[in-house]
């Protein structure tokens, strides 16, 4: 390296630097995961460690997560179909059937409000906007036709990516916003892990990599097979907390290099992010941060058993997770898992589920006492829980203790009931075939068994339990209102564990998004009705 180029990189580096000791982190080497983030202070549970504007996202779009290998002719046929866009360019939301404005200069980015579409525009759509950009969208969709749909973001992503990276270059330094230099930045140190990936992605990769030359800008991308090398086990999922119908299905996808550079995986993290209205990855402490801890998020849902978990951070991410929680044997922690573990080589999995748990979902699940015995006792343990109390007596027992407890042991098989039926319960959730009565109730008492675990897992405000909430809100207003809406409020009153379903969801939202009204702005009548009722209620 000439000195030219190594003091020019010794710059760069130092702006890093920079920035991340100015959030009061520090990133050193680590012989296991290449980089780790300290702490150089203490955070609080609750607060903000950083708060950033993605270098690029993009809404997710319809039928995206579909990747069949052998898809029948009616599948190849939907699979050729490129989905229009259906979410918000800035926000994620549900565009609405009219009124969707559009970017004036390049034609295609799509809002759901004049706000978004000014918001989106000061704070990074004039760097990533290009006026040939409708040009540009007619080739990305004749080029996104020919590959699987689970793949179509990252060629999305590449020409995004590539159009804020050239214009960067073509910017004087001082134009450019210091967060976006940041990003930039640490795009150019992003692990890649190319030689790690199996031949049949690469494969798919070069596939795309070919179709790129058709799409704008290719000339940054020297190697696109890297860069999509770089996509796939750097990238995030942005989920919904508004209120949207699909609470349980990602919204988005966010590049946000230096958050991914700065942060490695934990089973059980210290820090957590959302995406926030305004556009904003905010990565917020989960726990009591000390200084000289490592900041970590988690990758994956930290609800899965060690098996899965490791499975996908192994295919995803290549490494093999020795974190805390995974490295625990023999304690509570290690046997939740173990009972969670669905694995048929799991042979405390079996013992664990006991004889009367109901196979047939045609019976309400509920129709058995100590389901519901069980989930209203985590559930009070969660509504018990404050702000500021750092974990709940049952969660510090699991942890502390070797003691069994046997609700505990009781609801993590209704957990996994729960997870052999997710599949059919959220399609008539999605598909709107739950508007029955039953299924709208089994619906909810499946949902609050995920609760309750989210519960065990996350404290309170975590955007996952914030979520669940919710859903487990909207479950409960449909059941209700499907039987009897004169007396909604009635029934309310009645049912306690109702009422504080919905403080608890409120109080996460809340928590998770700052702002009720704003989140449930592109709402639906029923879910703008469930956040009237919500703000009406006073917490325990
Ligand atoms: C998003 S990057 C995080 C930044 C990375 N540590 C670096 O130095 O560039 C994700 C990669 O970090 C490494 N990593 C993250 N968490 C890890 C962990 N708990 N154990 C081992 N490696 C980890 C893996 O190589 C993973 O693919």
């Known amino acids: 390296m000439s000195a030219d180029n190594s003091s020019n990189e010794q710059q760069k580096q130092h702006i890093l630097d920079n920035f991340i000791a100015q959030a009061g982190l520090q990133s050193i080497a680590d012989a296991t995961k290449g980089h780790k983030t300290i702490a150089t202070r203490a955070f609080k549970r609750g607060d903000t460690i950083l708060s950033i504007h993605p270098l690029f996202s993009l809404p997710v779009r319809k039928n995206e997560d579909r990747?069949?290998?052998?898809?029948?002719?009616?599948?190849?046929k939907q699979q050729q179909e490129t989905q229009p866009q259906d979410r918000c360019t800035h926000c994620f939301k549900t565009l609405p059937p009219k009124r969707r404005p559009r970017c004036s200069q390049c034609h295609t980015a799509l809002y759901c409000s004049t706000r978004c579409l000014t918001d989106h525009w000061n704070a990074r759509?004039?760097?990533?906007?290009?006026?040939?950009?409708?040009?540009?969208?007619?080739?990305?969709?004749?080029?996104?036709?020919?590959?699987?749909?689970?793949?179509?973001?990252?060629?999305?992503?590449?020409?995004?990516?590539?159009?804020?990276?050239?214009?960067?270059?073509?910017?004087?330094?001082?134009?450019?916003?210091?967060?976006?230099?940041?990003?930039?930045?640490?795009?150019?140190?992003?692990?890649?892990?190319?030689?790690?990936?199996?031949?049949?992605?690469?494969?798919?990769?070069?596939?795309?990599?070919?179709?790129?030359?058709?799409?704008?800008?290719?000339?940054?991308?020297?190697?696109?097979?890297?860069?999509?090398?770089?996509?796939?086990?750097?990238n995030f999922a942005a989920f919904d907390d508004s209120g949207d119908q699909n609470l349980l299905q990602s919204t988005g996808h966010l590049c946000s290099p230096l958050v991914s550079l700065l942060l490695n995986h934990a089973c059980l993290p210290n820090a957590s992010f959302v995406y926030s209205a305004g556009g904003r990855q905010v990565v917020r402490a989960l726990r009591d941060i000390?200084?000289?801890?490592?900041?970590?998020?988690?990758?994956?849902?930290?609800?899965?058993?060690?098996?899965?978990?490791?499975?996908?951070?192994?295919?995803?991410?290549?490494?093999?997770?020795?974190?805390?929680?995974?490295?625990?044997?023999?304690?509570?922690?290690?046997?939740?898992?173990?009972?969670?573990?669905?694995?048929?080589?799991?042979?405390?999995?079996?013992?664990?589920?006991p004889h009367n748990l109901p196979t047939d979902y045609a019976q309400p699940p509920c129709a058995d006492p100590w389901v519901t015995e069980v989930t209203h006792a985590l559930l009070t343990l969660l509504a018990s829980r404050s702000r500021h109390t750092h974990e709940s007596k049952l969660e510090t027992q699991m942890i502390d203790s070797a003691e069994p407890l046997d609700q505990r042991d009781l609801?993590?098989?209704?957990?996994?009931?729960?997870?052999?039926?997710?599949?059919?319960?959220?399609?008539?959730?999605?598909?709107?075939?739950?508007?029955?009565?039953?299924?709208?109730?089994?619906?909810?008492?499946s949902a609050l068994h995920v609760l309750a675990f989210y519960a065990l897992v996350y404290p309170p405000f975590h955007p996952l339990v914030g979520r669940q909430c919710l859903l487990v809100a909207q479950l409960a207003w449909n059941s209700l209102q499907g039987s009897d809406s004169h007396k909604?409020?009635?029934?309310?009153?009645?049912?306690?564990?109702?009422?504080?379903?919905?403080?608890?969801?409120?109080?996460?939202?809340?928590?998770?998004?700052?702002?009720?009204?704003?989140?449930?702005?592109?709402?639906?009548?029923?879910?703008?009705?469930?956040?009237?009722?919500?703000s009406q209620i006073e917490y325990a």
């Open 290 to 353: 000390a200084e000289g801890d490592e900041v970590t998020l988690a990758y994956i849902d930290g609800l899965k058993p060690r098996s899965e978990r490791r499975k996908t951070l192994e295919a995803v991410y290549f490494f093999t997770c020795h974190c805390e929680r995974c490295e625990l044997c023999g304690s509570p922690r290690a046997r939740m898992d173990a009972l969670m573990d669905r694995s048929p080589q799991s042979d405390s999995a079996a013992h664990a589920i």
């Open 125 to 234: 759509h004039y760097f990533e906007c290009d006026p040939k950009n409708a040009e540009n969208e007619a080739a990305l969709e004749k080029a996104e036709a020919k590959i699987k749909p689970v793949y179509r973001p990252y060629l999305r992503m590449a020409a995004g990516v590539t159009r804020v990276l050239q214009n960067i270059k073509k910017q004087q330094q001082q134009q450019v916003p210091e967060w976006l230099r940041v990003q930039a930045l640490a795009w150019d140190r992003l692990i890649s892990h190319r030689s790690e990936h199996p031949k049949y992605l690469l494969k798919q990769y070069a596939e795309i990599a070919n179709l790129i030359p058709q799409t704008p800008g290719s000339l940054v991308f020297l190697d696109p097979v890297d860069a999509l090398c770089r996509f796939g086990c750097n």
């Open 67 to 76: 990747d069949d290998d052998t898809p029948s002719d009616q599948q190849n």
């Open 411 to 445: 609801s993590f098989a209704a957990y996994r009931h729960w997870l052999e039926c997710q599949d059919e319960c959220l399609e008539r959730i999605s598909t709107g075939s739950a508007d029955e009565d039953a299924h709208w109730h089994w619906s909810y008492v």
């Open 488 to 534: 909604v409020n009635e029934k309310l009153g009645l049912s306690e564990g109702l009422v504080r379903n919905l403080a608890m969801a409120a109080q996460n939202v809340l928590e998770a998004s700052g702002d009720l009204e704003e989140v449930m702005g592109g709402a639906s009548a029923t879910e703008k009705k469930i956040a009237l009722l919500l």
